[in-house]
């Protein structure tokens, strides 16, 4: 099973995947998570460039769309284990909800798996601009914002589960996993 967290900036994503994790390995499953970008040197070019000023004109945010795309081929066949279940932060949705324009980032990732499950982790951009470090250009109100509508509808397309980010952790956790356990044969009141 491959589990997509998609969220904006802030939102609780690799907290909310390692708790994920550690509670599916308590109940006997075996999980490897994922990150995108990742750590290769595509992924390091990518944080470069996504601190660079201009990172939201057109010209950059074709090529990101570029670069995201090539740097999640580096991991896609890890996907093919069917041992294990993969939680993976952040997908090709990232790039749909955060770059365009939409036909040029669906052609780029015809490749890229869909989620069996797709968890979004939705958080008010306000909180969102106060949690990060704004270090990365993505991350201010105005930007968010649309990249939070996009995340709304873009859900739609896909198996999804909508988990409102805006509380504390473990109220989050729980959230999420009561949303997994249906589709796990994880009795309901086996959840902690
Ligand atoms: P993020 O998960 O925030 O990494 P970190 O916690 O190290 O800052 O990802 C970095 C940024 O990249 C984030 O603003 C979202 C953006 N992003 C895209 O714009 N498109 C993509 O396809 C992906 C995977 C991420």
Not at 27 to 56: C, H, M, Y
Not at 158 to 163: K, L, M, R, T, V
């Amino acid at each position: 099973m491959y589990i997509v967290f998609e969220g904006i900036d802030g939102a609780g994503k690799s907290t909310q995947i390692n708790m994920l994790k550690e509670w599916l390995e308590a109940n006997g499953f075996r999980v490897e998570t994922l990150v995108e970008p990742t750590d290769s040197e595509v992924g390091k070019l990518i944080r470069k460039i996504l601190q660079r000023p201009d990172a939201t004109t057109e010209r950059l945010q074709k090529t990101l769309g570029l670069l995201f795309a090539a740097d999640r081929m580096l991991i896609m066949d890890k996907l093919e284990d069917k041992s294990k279940i993969f939680i993976s932060d952040r997908s090709f949705i990232s790039s749909l909800a955060y770059q365009e324009p939409a036909e040029w980032i669906d052609v780029l990732n015809r490749y890229a798996k869909k989620p069996d499950l797709l968890i979004l982790l939705d958080l008010d951009v306000k909180k969102s601009v106060a949690r990060t470090s704004g270090e990365d250009t993505f991350e201010n109100e105005e930007f968010l914002t649309g990249v939070k509508e996009n995340y709304l509808k873009l859900v739609e397309n896909y198996e999804h589960q909508i988990i409102d980010a805006n509380n504390g952790v473990n109220k989050v956790s729980s959230d999420i996993k009561k949303a997994v356990a249906p589709y796990l044969g994880i009795c309901p009141d086996c959840i902690l």
